[in-house]
Each structure stands twice: as C-alpha cells, then as structure tokens.
C-alpha cells in the first residue's frame, strides 16, 4: 500500500528511515548485552547510554532520571503503583474523565479490587475539552496520593496546563504525574522548570518503534519498581534492555528537537488546511476540542447523523486512514468516553473522525482527503435514517 494517505499518527507512527537506520546494526553485529563485563557488550552498553542523553536532551530532563520501560501503558502504571505504594497511608486519587485506558483503567481497578479503599475523583471537561482548575484545586486533599493528568489528550489534542496543575499538587505535598504519550516530540518540554515527579512517554507515537517507552522519575521522588528482576535500569525496571528499540528511540528523540519546528508550522499548516476545508465544505459538521490550546498535529471532527466505522471503512477504500476514537478503545460501539465526557450530542458523538498527522504528510494528501470526503459523508447521510429524520425532533 505504498499510496496509503496516514492521518492516524496519534495512533502510531512510521519509524523514520534514520531511526530504522540507528536500529540495525543492534539487530546483527551488535548483539552483545549490554549489561556484559566484556568489551563486545560494553559498546552496546554504551549505546543505551547515549540513548539515555538524548531523550533527556529532548525532556530537559537529567540522564539519571530516565527509566526505559516497554510502553506507555507500563510507564503509566508504574508511576501510579509507586505513587501508590509511597504513601500506604493515603488513598485518594486524582485524574480525568478524558485519559487514556492505561490510566483510567488502572484507577479503577485499584477502586474496585481493594474493596473501595482507594477513592478516585474524575475531573470533568467543558465542552470544548478543557479542565477547570478551580475544580481542580478543590479535589486535592491530605489524603491525595497521587494526580495523574494527560499533558495533551490523544483523541481531540487539548493541551492541558501541566505546568499549573504540578505546581498546585506541590504546594500540597502530592506527587504529580502526567501521561505525555502524545505531546512529546510536538511541543517544547523543560522538566527542569516543572514540578511534575513523573512523565510518560512512547516510542511509537514519535517515529521510533513499538515496544519502548520512558518513565520520567524526578530526582528526589519516592519510587518503587514495578518490573522487579536484575540491576539493569539502576535497578528501578527489571529485565534486559530492548538495545535495538531503545536506540531508535534515542535518535528519534533527537529528530523529534530538530523537527519540532516543522510540527508547529508545516504540520499546523496541513491540519488547519484540512480541518477548515472539511468544515467548509461539509455541513453539520463540528470541531471537537479547543480551537487553539491543542496540539499541532490533531483535529477530531464529528458529522452528524453517520456512524464513525462506517466512514472509515469508505475512506479506507481510497487508502485514507484515520481513527473513531482512541485506538485502544476501538471495537466498541459505545461512543469515546472523551465525546460523552465533553457533552458532545449523540448524533454526532458516534460520528467522530479524528486525523492526526505527522512531518511525513503532504500538501497533495491534504488535497486529497478534501476532494474525497465530501462525497464520502453525503451518500452514507443518503443512507441514514436519522439524516433523512433530523428536522422531526
């Protein structure tokens, strides 16, 4: 499918020819261990350390604060864990109604399989997707463990003020955690500058592979292991390093600092572009999240009265891939719990569309899209029953 249109880059990405290229040799020649006292492994091990120094070059972040984990999702409930198991003495949990499953989905299994022990407040969202910090500050209490909130939201982008919301959490004692899978790479970070204990981050949402990712530990912070085994990762994540993953990851790090600029012009260009194009010319049609606070890549957009699935499968007829909702909850029919949490209404919550681009997207696959979608959404509204019904209340 080399003519394949990729708009679903929050979903995952392609793995850039340099990073592919970093990666090889660690599949063959270079396939020592990197934990080895002898000099065959020590050069790998060094290549783990480089690796190191450029994702926190990346984060602004200290190399001893880089954990490597497989995903994340295990960044994610890591940080919880041992956040969790820091504080036995406090059972209170803060997060949002808008996270991905990895940290919604752990919240509530701790709830439910301790019997309601721990407590789990979900902040809302207005209906542009935004936090209300006011809200926010008043869920915090003596018995928080832990705030976790997403730095940007994977199906509509909402950047959300990280930076604040630590700060708040410090000023009462709570670690802080933020899932940074989609803002890495797309938006400057200073960790440094930040009062954020935890951040995670994915290798394959920023053109490394799948299989790797980054728990952000700060300096200071209580921390148990999740992954218990050997010394490697300092002895904070048991289990031999994933060399080859690791390293691609690094080098995609630094072409995530060199194309960042590319992210905030030629990729807002192309969104905005196709985002305002697909608005124009399609009625009954809405934007979903902020207009401006998102990240620079993503656009969800509803059309009412036609299910989601059904436009992705005419769109994948001229190899156009997009996504309905987060990848990790496709499959159901229920509708995003982002769009219920944002209030969007039910003939056009089902319809969500959400195109995430990338540096690798083109004017010309813009063009495209606009020409197709058009026609595209009209004939699956000819079909609908609640189309042709719509006026009748």
Same mark, same amino acid.
């Given at each position: 499918?080399n003519?394949?249109?990729?708009?679903?880059?929050?979903?995952?990405t392609k793995?850039a020819?340099?990073?592919?290229a970093?990666m090889?040799?660690?599949?063959s020649?270079l396939?020592?261990?990197p934990?080895?006292?002898?000099?065959?492994g020590?050069?790998?091990?060094?290549?783990?350390?480089?690796?190191?120094e450029?994702?926190?070059?990346?984060?602004?972040?200290?190399?001893?604060e880089i954990?490597? =984990?497989?995903?994340?999702?295990?960044?994610?409930?890591t940080?919880?864990?041992?956040a969790v198991?820091?504080n036995?003495?406090?059972?209170?949990?803060?997060t949002?109604?808008?996270?991905?499953?990895?940290?919604?989905?752990?919240?509530?299994?701790?709830?439910?399989l301790?019997g309601?022990?721990?407590?789990v407040t979900?902040?809302?969202?207005?209906?542009?997707?935004m936090l209300?910090?006011?809200?926010?500050?008043?869920?915090? *209490?003596?018995?928080?463990?832990?705030?976790s909130?997403?730095w940007?939201?994977?199906?509509?982008?909402?950047?959300?003020?990280?930076a604040?919301?630590?700060?708040?959490a410090?000023?009462?004692?709570?670690?802080?955690?933020?899932?940074?899978?989609?803002?890495v790479?797309?938006i400057?970070i200073?960790?440094?500058?930040?009062?954020?204990?935890?951040l995670?981050?994915?290798?394959?949402?920023l053109?490394?592979?799948?299989?790797v990712?980054v728990?952000y530990?700060k300096k200071?912070?209580p921390?148990?292991?999740?992954?218990?085994?050997g010394h490697?990762?300092?002895?904070?994540?048991?289990?031999?390093?994933?060399?080859?993953?690791?390293?691609?990851?690094?080098?995609?790090c630094?072409?995530?600092?060199?194309?960042?600029?590319l992210?905030?012009?030629?990729?807002?260009?192309?969104?905005?572009?196709?985002e305002e194009?697909?608005?124009? *010319?399609?009625?009954? *049609?809405i934007?979903?999240?902020?207009?401006?606070s998102?990240?620079?890549? =993503?656009c969800?957009?509803?059309f009412?009265?036609?299910e989601?699935e059904?436009?992705?499968l005419?769109?994948?007829?001229?190899?156009?891939?997009?996504?309905?909702g987060?990848?990790?909850?496709?499959?159901s029919?229920?509708p995003?719990?982002?769009?219920?949490?944002?209030?969007?209404?039910f003939?056009?919550?089902?319809?969500?569309?959400?195109?995430?681009?990338?540096?690798?997207?083109?004017?010309?696959?813009?063009?495209?899209?606009?020409?197709?979608?058009?026609?595209?959404?009209?004939?699956l509204?000819e079909?609908?029953p609640?189309?042709?019904?719509?006026?009748?209340?």
């Amino acid at each position: 499918m080399n003519d394949v249109i990729y708009m679903d880059n929050n979903a995952t990405t392609k793995v850039a020819p340099d990073v592919l290229a970093a990666m090889l040799p660690y599949f063959s020649e270079l396939y020592g261990n990197p934990s080895s006292m002898h000099r065959f492994g020590g050069q790998v091990g060094r290549a783990l350390v480089k690796a190191r120094e450029q994702v926190a070059e990346l984060l602004g972040a200290d190399t001893e604060e880089i954990i490597f =984990t497989s995903c994340g999702t295990e960044s994610d409930s890591t940080a919880i864990l041992s956040a969790v198991r820091a504080n036995p003495d406090k059972h209170h949990i803060v997060t949002t109604r808008v996270e991905h499953p990895a940290v919604k989905n752990l919240a509530t299994s701790l709830r439910n399989l301790t019997g309601h022990k721990y407590r789990v407040t979900s902040l809302g969202v207005d209906n542009e997707g935004m936090l209300d910090l006011d809200e926010y500050r008043k869920a915090l *209490s003596d018995d928080t463990a832990i705030v976790s909130v997403m730095w940007a939201n994977n199906e509509t982008g909402v950047i959300f003020p990280i930076a604040e919301m630590a700060a708040m959490a410090k000023e009462e004692g709570i670690l802080f955690h933020t899932d940074a899978v989609q803002a890495v790479g797309k938006i400057p970070i200073n960790l440094r500058e930040l009062e954020v204990n935890f951040l995670s981050l994915s290798g394959h949402k920023l053109h490394a592979p799948k299989g790797v990712g980054v728990l952000y530990v700060k300096k200071g912070t209580p921390y148990a292991p999740f992954m218990i085994g050997g010394h490697q990762e300092r002895g904070r994540r048991g289990g031999t390093e994933n060399t080859a993953s690791i390293v691609g990851l690094g080098k995609a790090c630094e072409l995530a600092g060199a194309w960042m600029s590319l992210e905030n012009s030629k990729v807002r260009k192309l969104r905005d572009k196709l985002e305002e194009g697909l608005l124009a *010319s399609i009625p009954n *049609s809405i934007l979903n999240g902020h207009k401006t606070s998102r990240l620079p890549n =993503t656009c969800n957009i509803s059309f009412e009265y036609i299910e989601g699935e059904a436009i992705l499968l005419h769109m994948d007829q001229y190899n156009i891939c997009a996504s309905s909702g987060s990848a990790c909850t496709s499959g159901s029919l229920e509708p995003s719990h982002v769009m219920r949490a944002m209030g969007v209404p039910f003939t056009a919550a089902h319809g969500s569309i959400r195109f995430s681009l990338s540096v690798f997207n083109t004017e010309d696959e813009v063009d495209l899209v606009l020409e197709k979608m058009p026609a595209i959404i009209a004939g699956l509204r000819e079909m609908s029953p609640f189309w042709q019904n719509r006026d009748k209340g």
